[in-house]
């Protein structure tokens, strides 16, 4: 059973910075990709960012430059810088486990950016 529980979404304005968590636990295969997923109210699921197990990165153009996504010492955790945050931030944000062709999913945190 794997699971992932997400923190550090919230409110903030158009400029400031939040910092997402998000710890897997459970049977993980260490071969995998970590990321993050953004879903706005009537919009399909986007990918955010992403990193493997081995660092490599992939942003979605709308993030580059502002937004950074790392792992941490333990690896089954992956965190998301956002800085300069605008208003079209503003989603449910879900972090994401892939790997052996399976998808795990985390409860999703809300990230509001008042303008």
């Known amino acids: 059973q794997v699971q992932l529980l997400e923190s550090g979404g919230g409110l903030v304005q158009a400029g400031g910075s939040l910092r997402l968590s998000c710890d897997a636990s459970?049977?993980?295969?260490?071969?995998?990709?970590m990321g993050w997923y953004r879903q706005a109210p009537g919009k399909e699921r986007e990918l955010v960012a992403a990193?493997?197990?081995?660092?490599?990165?992939n942003y979605a153009d709308s993030v580059k430059g502002r937004f950074t996504i790392s792992r941490g010492n333990a690896k089954n955790t992956v965190y998301l810088q956002m800085n300069s945050l605008k208003p079209e931030d503003t989603a449910s944000y879900y972090c994401?486990?892939?790997?052996?062709?399976?998808?795990?999913w985390g409860q999703g945190t809300q990230v509001t950016v008042s303008s």
């Open positions: 994401n486990l892939q790997f052996l062709h399976v998808n795990y």
């Open positions: 459970g049977s993980i295969f260490s071969l995998n990709t």
């Open positions: 990193v493997t197990n081995g660092g490599r990165t």
